[in-house]
Nanobody, 126 residues
Framework: QVQLVESGVGLVQAGGSLILSCTASGRPFSNYAMCWFRQAPGKDREFVAG????????GYADSVKGRFTISRDNNKNTGYLKMNSLEPEDTAVYYC???????????????????WGQGTQVTVSS
C-alpha cells in the first residue's frame, strides 16, 4: 500500500503562484508514475499534469501548459506541482495519484491510478 498526502492548501489572487506537494509513504516511490488531477465544483475530475517514474517524461493538460510544472524528488518520496499565473478557472480540489508503472510513458487516465491523496483545495480569486 502507498499512502499519499497532499499539502499546499491555498487561497491566492489571480496571477499568483502556489506549490502543491504530494508525499508518499508505505513503499518506495521510485517505481511509481505520478499525476495531478483536479475537480472543480460541478465538474468532472480532470487530468492536470503527469510525470513518469524516472522523471524523464512529463505531460500537461492544454489548459495549464506553460503555467504549471510537475516535478518529483524520489529521494524524498515527494512530488510537486508548481502553479504560476493562476486563474479563477484553476479553482478546484487538487488530487495527486500514483501507480506502480516503471515506464517512459506518462499515465493520464484516472482509472489506471491505484493510489490517491485526500485532495487539497486551491482557490483563485479574481
Amino acid at each position: 500500500q502507498v499512502q499519499l498526502v497532499e499539502s499546499g492548501v491555498g487561497l491566492v489572487q489571480a496571477g499568483g503562484s502556489l506549490i502543491l506537494s504530494c508525499t508518499a509513504s508505505g513503499r518506495p516511490f521510485s517505481n511509481y508514475a505520478m499525476c495531478w488531477f483536479r475537480q472543480a465544483p460541478g465538474k468532472d475530475r480532470e487530468f492536470v499534469a503527469g510525470i513518469n517514474w524516472s522523471v524523464s517524461s512529463t505531460g500537461y493538460a492544454d489548459s495549464v501548459k506553460g503555467r504549471f510544472t510537475i516535478s518529483r524528488d524520489n529521494n524524498k518520496n515527494t512530488g510537486y506541482l508548481k502553479m504560476n499565473s493562476l486563474e479563477p478557472e484553476d479553482t478546484a480540489v487538487y488530487y495527486c495519484a500514483a501507480v506502480r508503472f516503471p515506464s517512459m510513458v506518462v499515465v493520464t487516465e484516472q482509472v489506471r491510478y491505484s493510489y490517491w491523496g485526500q485532495g487539497t483545495q486551491v482557490t483563485v480569486s479574481s
